[in-house]
Structure formats: structure tokens, C-alpha cells
């Protein structure tokens, strides 16, 4: 019997793997577009610390935060059209649309500073913000199609360290590349380069599910449908959006306080760490990129021990699913939140420390993934794509706001005072939002997720019209309806 278990799953490594990989290499290059601006904005502003053949600008701190955030004013836009667009034309298909776009204005991106200046360079990241809100919607719709549940936590935690690698190689490469020849403007036609490079890998081994792809056996794509409770039909029909209840789902607002929170912590390091290494710790600019990727390269590499560690606690039946979400997510928030303030207590004599510190907050960060990030497919895998709109949406509203909260607090970066506030904000957010998460925060499927879940008063009403025996149906007792219990009222009262 376990043989043709086995056997059903089709080839060990099979395309469901390679959609995996896919997903992973998508997000690597789509987050260097995004985030290589950090290190960017460095070089642009302080020419001599890199290649002083390539013009430099005189933009202020608030300049400066209004580059960093503008990228988010158009990502939360498509966060929630992404949704819709991802259910009507496929992962496929808005994905690839998604990735050429930010090729195309990474690539155009220096010409069009050198002619509009600072104005014209957040009216760039805007419009690649539009094209890449659409990016985790479908991801997430693209991992409930293609992850069996007994691989979900490996399939996708692997898909989404691709974001995590590409943050390590955004600031990694960024500042290699605008200390070398092509200076700062190669940083936006490498990324543009990769971004297009996917594009044509996507086009080729890409599918929306297992019955498109055309390099799927038989077997790998039995053991995905079944597994997912797929009826043959399934990807030709829609499944209504049950939008009132999940509005008043309380592990899912739980949920999203957790990834607000989170969005808060991490994108204020994102984005000040190579500004507090450069002003505080008074790192050149080669040096700055190199350390400033090695707490990412921390968060690309504990993600994986995070995978391991949760695959043999669920495997050995050692935590439930919700019991091993809770644990990896108050590691990822509460030890970054202490190592954050202390950061903000060290200054240039203390630099190692600093580093040290910062690899430690970023790295054990990577344990959210498991943590909060895939407890949208667990509580609904049929609307894991809302979800993720919904709850990305809200939570990018915050990445808008941490740089210029940090602008108008630090005034002059070279005041450690100043980033010990920025800090210090940053680790009582982590905190309070995974307290919230552990009190009300679920992996379990919630009701609203069944295909039938808006459906239940029609059907009671067609077979109502339908049956004599209904119509002549005597009404329920007064004093036999008094009798049953509040709960069973409540449910009731729900379920119509």
C-alpha cells in the first residue's frame, strides 16, 4: 500500500518542485528591482565614495524618503486587483505582464533621472510599484494550486526565501556594481536584465495548475488534484467570495495585525540600514553594501533551518500546525524586537556589535514565513489570493509610512539618538503585533473557505420549492424553539 502511495506522487522531484523554483527565482529578481534603490540612492547622493564619473545629486533626507516610499504608493494599489486578476487570467499570464513591466522601468530608470531629477524618479518606482503589487496575490493563488498540504510549509517557505535572496543581492551586487564601471545606472539594467531573463523562463516551464503544464506526468498531477480535493471541474468554475465573512473572521484580523506588524519592522531596516551604517557607523559606501546584505544573507540561510526545523516537528507529531506557526512567529518578532533596541544604544566604537546585532534581528526575522506569511492558504486555500490581497494591502500601507517617519525623525544621520527612536518604535510594533497573533491566530481551515459556503440558502430554498412534503411542513413548536441553546441559534443565524 505505501508503495503505490509512492508511486502516485509521480517523480520525487517533479513540476510542482519546478513551479517552486520558478516562484523562487520570480521573486529573487523582482525584490533586487525593488529594493536595490537603498543602496542606490547612496551612491547617487555621494559619488565620491563610489564612481565620481557619474553625476551626482544633491537630494536632502526628506528626498530621500520620499524615493524610498513612493515604490509602495503604487504597490498597494494592485494588491487587491491583483487578486481578481490572477483568478480571471491565471498566475501565468500576470506574473509575466508584472515582471516585463518592471524590467522595461528599471532599465529606462537612469535616462529619466538624469532629465527629471528626484520628481521624475518616485513617479518611476510608483508605476513599478503598480506592476509588482500583483506579485504575492499570485503567488499565494499559485502555491494553493500547486501544493499538496502535507508539502505546503516546503513548497512554499522555499518560494517565498526568494525574497530574502533577493534582498541579500539587491544590496549585495548594488553596491558592487556602482563602484565598478557602470557605476550607479548599472544597477537599474542589471535588475531590468534579470527581470527580463525571467520573463522567458516563466513563459516556457510555467503553468496556472497541474492539468496545464505540459512536462507533468500523469501520476504528479493525480496526487496534486486529489490531495487538494480538486473535482474535475474545478478550475472552470468560480468560487463566490464569502467578502462579510472573512471581514469578521478573527484569526484572519489577527493574521493581519501580525503581518502589519512584521511589514514594519523589516521594511525599517530594509530601508535605513545602509543610511545608519553610513551615517552612524561612517562605512564607505562598497563596505556599507556588504554588511548591509549580511543580515539578509542571514534571513536567506535561517529560513531554510526554519523549514527543516518544522518539517520534523510536524512530521514527529512533537506541535500541531498552529502550535509550530505561533512558536517560529514570536521567535521572528520578539528577538528581533530586543535586538533592535539594543542596536540603537551602539555607536561607531561598537560597530562589530552593531553588525552582529543586525544580522541577528534580520536573520531570526525569517522565521515569519512559516510563522504568519502561509497562514493565509491555511485558512482559506480556495481564497488564498484574496487573502494575501487584502491582508498586503494594509500591511504596504506601512512601508509608505516608516520612511518618512524616519525622515522627520532623523534629521541629522549621524545622531544616534535619533535612530534609537526610530528603532525603538519598530521593536514595540514587533512586539504588541505577535502578542495579538498568539491570543487569536489559527492554522486551522476556517468555514468560510468551503465551496459551498454562500450556497446553503439557495440550495435549502430550491429544495423547498421542489418538495411537497416541505411546502406542507408544520412550523417549528414556540416553546421546542425556546429549548434550543444559544449556540445552536448563533450558528444557525450564521449559516443563513
Known amino acids: 500500500m505505501s508503495n503505490e502511495c509512492k508511486v502516485s506522487k509521480g517523480p520525487r522531484i517533479g513540476v ?6 520558478l516562484l523562487f527565482l520570480g521573486l529573487t529578481v523582482m525584490h533586487i528591482a525593488r529594493l536595490n534603490v537603498s543602496v542606490a540612492i547612496v551612491a547617487m547622493t555621494n559619488a565620491a565614495t563610489t564612481n565620481p564619473n557619474f553625476e551626482e545629486y544633491d537630494w536632502n533626507e526628506r528626498h530621500k524618503s520620499y524615493i524610498l516610499s513612493s515604490f509602495y504608493w503604487g504597490y498597494i494599489l494592485t494588491l487587491c486587483p491583483g487578486s481578481f486578476l490572477c483568478r480571471r487570467y491565471g498566475a501565468k499570464v500576470v506574473l509575466f505582464v508584472a515582471s516585463c513591466g518592471t524590467a522595461i522601468f528599471s532599465i529606462i530608470t537612469p535616462w529619466c533621472i538624469t532629465w527629471g531629477g528626484w520628481q521624475v524618479f518616485c513617479a518611476i518606482r510608483i508605476l513599478q510599484g503598480l506592476f509588482q503589487g500583483v506579485i504575492f496575490p499570485c503567488v499565494t493563488e499559485h502555491l494553493a494550486m500547486w501544493s499538496p498540504p502535507e508539502e505546503r510549509n516546503r513548497l512554499g517557505a522555499f518560494s517565498y526565501t526568494g525574497t530574502d535572496c533577493g534582498t541579500v543581492l539587491a544590496m549585495f551586487i548594488s553596491g558592487m556594481i556602482a563602484k565598478g564601471p557602470m557605476g550607479w545606472p548599472g544597477i537599474s539594467y542589471v535588475s531590468g536584465a534579470l527581470c527580463g531573463a525571467w520573463c522567458i523562463l516563466w513563459l516556457i516551464c510555467g503553468a496556472n495548475n497541474a492539468p496545464e503544464s505540459r512536462f507533468i506526468s500523469e501520476e504528479e498531477c493525480k496526487y496534486i488534484e486529489s490531495s487538494l480535493e480538486h473535482n474535475e471541474n474545478f478550475h ?3 468560487i463566490p467570495i464569502p467578502w462579510r465573512a472573512i471581514g469578521c473572521s478573527v484569526p484572519f484580523m489577527a493574521l493581519l495585525v501580525a503581518r ?3 511589514t514594519y519592522g523589516l521594511s525599517t531596516l530594509q530601508a535605513e540600514i545602509p543610511s545608519y551604517m553610513n551615517g552612524v557607523l561612517n562605512m564607505e559606501i ?3 553594501a556588504v554588511f548591509s546584505s549580511l543580515p539578509f544573507l542571514a534571513m536567506w540561510l535561517l529560513s531554510y533551518v526554519y523549514l527543516i526545523v518544522a518539517d520534523i516537528l510536524l512530521r514527529k507529531k512533537w506541535l500541531s500546525l498552529t502550535a509550530v506557526r505561533k512558536l517560529f512567529n514570536t521567535l521572528s518578532f520578539w528577538i528581533p524586537a530586543a535586538a533592535l533596541i539594543v542596536i540603537g544604544f551602539l555607536g561607531e566604537d561598537h560597530a562589530n556589535v552593531a553588525i552582529a546585532l543586525m544580522i541577528v534581528s534580520v536573520g531570526v526575522n525569517s522565521g515569519a514565513t ?15 489570493g484574496i487573502l494575501i490581497g487584502l491582508s498586503n494591502t494594509v500591511a504596504n500601507v506601512i512601508p509608505i509610512v516608516t520612511p518618512l517617519i524616519a525622515g522627520v525623525i532623523v534629521v541629522d544621520k549621524h545622531d544616534r539618538g535619533q535612530w ?7 521593536a514595540i ?5 505577535n502578542c495579538v497573533f498568539l491570543i487569536w491566530g489559527t492554522a486551522e481551515a476556517q468555514p468560510w473557505d468551503a465551496d459551498d459556503f454562500l450556497t446553503p440558502k439557495d440550495a435549502e430554498s430550491c429544495s423547498a420549492k421542489k418538495s411537497p412534503a416541505a411546502a406542507i411542513a408544520p ?4 416553546v421546542l424553539e425556546q429549548q434550543i441553546s444559544w449556540p445552536e441559534r448563533y450558528t444557525a443565524k450564521a449559516i443563513d
Do not use: M, Y
Not at 412550523?475 to 414556540?478: E, K, Y
Open 429 to 433: 510594533i514587533f512586539f504588541v503585533g
Open 475 to 478: 412550523p417549528i413548536d414556540p
Open 370 to 384: 512559516i510563522g504568519s506569511s502561509l497562514n493565509t492558504i491555511d485558512l482559506s486555500p480556495n481564497h488564498a
Open 260 to 262: 502589519c506588524s512584521e
Open 236 to 238: 472552470e468554475r468560480s
Open 16 to 21: 510542482r518542485h519546478l513551479q517552486s523554483l
Open 286 to 288: 562598497q563596505s556599507n
Open 420 to 426: 534609537q527612536i526610530v528603532f525603538g518604535i519598530a
